[in-house]
């Protein structure tokens, strides 16, 4: 039985003998490139796919060895494609003297590109004649894992952390060895480690040894350890009366803290920094801003190789504005007042993860700072683990989005990339969904996030479908029917998710302490903008937060050609209507519904797709292991229920704003 361990790494054997023997034919030996520890492992993990997948023990040569049938690995920092030069850390895999070479731009991209062509193999792609060529389009692609000290994870839901602080440093779990290379042969090449609600004990000698003795197990896969840091951390563990960023005291703390690291951990990555959000400390305590926090910490790195990556994700409590338009208001003022190696981090929507938001109006808005865009893979307001929703569609619906900053085309993933203002330097972050469960994301389906992160930051082009199509080959079934059947499902599934739940762009108005199942009719809290009834704004007129000028005026903090587009009722996407408009009950629709009634139609279509969603996998039975298909369809038991449940709670309690009857040909719950 399959219990998910291997995620898409399984290398079972290639069971077609005649396949099997021309890959044998052209995989006859391997000559690594050098001793490096990330050299070695490139060739060390191919020695190992192959192994599994080819039944033969493929032999590692040092030296130049001549002779054909074998699989060279060569780093070539000048190597050239046909369209110019290799990127930074980019591969080329062709065919040349009769044997397989791998060229990588740095050794980074030599592991990159052992890795891609195991995933040919995982495929079964051709390799007679093959000749490709690929370079990550973003510099830093990074996990950001939200993990905590005592073993839990914020906002986490498969188990508890997978670092195990207390055995540290002294036992390394196997597993981190296997998370490395899961992160490898996606193209992750860094991850933070701990929750951006940060304790400040990650950078006491007790946890920086922990630490170290991580950094080790990701380095030879070419990842970087980063560490988020509490503000406050000068005067909580360094006995100092304050943290303000321009007290020289303060200044020079960090400064020793920072070499400290280094000199245990030459490649340390960097900080990441939640300041002033939620409660976290942050500079604004003394009266100084963002920029004054993240320059200060920018000085303490010095000369040394790292980055601060300082979030965006900043609301006030108690806020009677729109808290849509908060981060914008903080931060754009700011703009070209961070200094180099500086990246502020955006979340893709300006309010936070939910099912579908617009693209966050920063993007775009920062012309002279790096942006950093941050997803989250976990699904905190996407059904936890048991909901089954492919995340690739709407990571690609914030990439794509084109935010006009420099005419037509700028779109978030030229902002991030740093194409659209010519930085030199580009990040994307991805909130892990991983935790300790066997097969590490809980909902097995949740792997395809994990996957789909990695390969959309390493290539934003890539097609939702291409993705997964590639992730169920590898993980799930070689049948190709099957295949089709799977991502089929897997694409629409984000849609279907929204459907039943937050249609028509809803936004925050799940369940408030857990931010689980619905809860629309949630009208006190302590912030008022944490209510739902402050997000959806259900009156005896309509439905939808009205954003336009007439309201919060939030559209206005986007380039006119987007304002054009969604400020009018008739010609915004219905998937963003009520994002920025309160919408009569009795309105006709572009869909030729009222919204009353293409309300209700999309809860009790979404609903209904989700048994679709069932009869799908269940058509996969035979050719998925058994223990993984009865996981999956258990948990879509759930999901049908659930989706019955967010679908009745709200159409009932949006009725008695409506007041009128549920439309045919749907009946009304029980
Ligand atoms: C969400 C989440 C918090 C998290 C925060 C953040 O609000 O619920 O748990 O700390 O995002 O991104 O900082």
Not at 121 to 148: A, E, F, K
Not at 330 to 358: M, S, W, Y
Request: with cysteine; charged share 20%.
């Amino acid at each position: 039985a399959d219990d998910g361990y291997r995620l898409w790494l399984k290398y079972d054997l290639i069971s077609d003998p005649g396949l099997r023997k021309d890959y044998q034919k052209a995989a006859g030996f391997i000559v690594g490139a050098g001793n490096s520890p990330i050299l070695k492992t490139a060739a060390e993990e191919l020695q190992q796919g192959l192994q599994g997948l080819l039944g033969q023990t493929v032999p590692i040569h040092s030296a130049a060895k001549k002779g054909k049938g074998g699989i060279i690995l060569v780093v070539e920092a000048t190597a050239n494609v046909s369209g110019g030069a290799l990127g930074k850390d980019g591969y080329r895999i062709a065919e040349q003297g009769g044997n397989l070479v791998v060229t990588g731009s740095t050794e980074s991209g030599v592991l990159y590109g052992a890795f891609a062509l195991l995933r040919q193999l995982q495929t079964r792609q051709p390799l007679r004649g093959i000749s490709l060529s690929s370079s990550p389009r973003i510099q830093y692609r990074l996990l950001n894992h939200w993990d905590n000290p005592n073993g839990t994870v914020e906002r986490g839901y498969a188990g508890s952390s997978i670092w195990k602080w207390y055995e540290l440093p002294e036992r390394i779990d196997p597993r981190y060895q296997d998370y490395a290379r899961a992160n490898a042969s996606i193209g992750i090449n860094g991850v933070v480690i701990n929750n951006v609600n940060a304790s400040a004990r990650y950078l006491t000698p007790e946890y920086l040894e922990k630490v170290v003795a991580l950094a080790s197990v990701m380095r030879p896969y070419g990842i970087r350890v980063y560490l988020s840091v509490l503000w406050a951390a000068p005067k909580v563990i360094g006995g100092l009366a304050s943290s303000d960023p321009l007290d020289p005291k303060v200044k020079q703390w960090w400064t020793a803290k920072t070499d400290e690291i280094y000199k245990a951990i030459p490649d340390f990555g960097g900080f990441l920094v939640k300041a002033n959000s939620e409660g976290e400390p942050g500079p604004q305590d003394y009266g100084r801003d963002h920029a004054d926090g993240a320059n200060m910490l920018a000085d303490a790195l010095g000369a040394h190789d790292g980055l601060v990556m300082w979030r965006a994700f900043v609301y006030k409590a108690n806020s009677n504005g729109d808290r849509f338009k908060e981060a914008y208001q903080e931060f754009k003022p700011l703009d070209g007042r961070f200094k180099p190696k500086t990246l502020v981090q955006v979340k893709n929507g300006p309010i936070d993860f939910q099912a579908r938001e617009p693209f966050h109006p920063l993007f775009g808005a920062m012309p002279r700072t790096p942006l950093v865009l941050e997803v989250q893979l976990t699904q905190e307001y996407l059904g936890f683990a048991t909901h089954w929703v492919y995340l690739a569609p709407m990571f690609k619906e914030t990439l794509d989005a084109d935010t006009y900053a420099n005419g037509p085309g700028s779109t978030v993933a030229k902002v991030v990339d740093g194409s659209v203002d010519q930085h030199a330097i580009s990040g994307i972050a991805g909130v892990a969904n991983i935790g300790a469960d066997r097969n590490w994301t809980g909902h097995p389906m949740g792997q395809a996030n994990w996957y789909a992160f990695g390969r959309l930051a390493w290539d934003y082009t890539l097609s939702s479908q291409t993705i997964a199509e590639e992730w169920a080959r590898q993980t799930l079934t070689a049948d190709a029917p099957a295949v089709r059947t799977i991502a089929d499902v897997m694409v629409r599934s984000h849609g279907i998710y929204t459907r039943y739940t937050m249609p028509l762009g809803l936004h925050h108005i799940m369940g408030q302490t857990i931010h689980y199942g619905p809860e629309p009719w949630l009208a006190s809290s302590a912030r008022p903008d944490w209510t739902a009834v402050y997000y959806h704004k259900a009156d005896a007129v309509g439905l939808g937060f009205d954003r336009t000028e007439k309201g919060s005026n939030a559209l206005a903090l986007y380039k006119p050609e987007v304002q054009r587009r969604w400020n009018d009722p008739s010609t915004c996407p219905p998937n963003y209507l009520l994002w920025f408009h309160h919408v009569p009950w009795t309105q006709p629709l572009s869909t030729g519904r009222t919204l009353w009634n293409e309300l209700c139609t999309r809860y009790y279509t979404g609903a209904d797709s989700v048994t679709w969603m069932q009869q799908q996998w269940a058509t996969v039975k035979p050719q998925v292991d058994a223990e993984l298909h009865a996981d999956v369809a258990a948990r879509l038991q759930t999901q049908r229920k659930e989706a019955l449940w967010w679908r009745d709670a709200c159409v009932l309690y949006f009725q008695s704003f409506a007041k009128q009857p549920i439309p045919a040909p749907f009946s009304p719950p029980e």
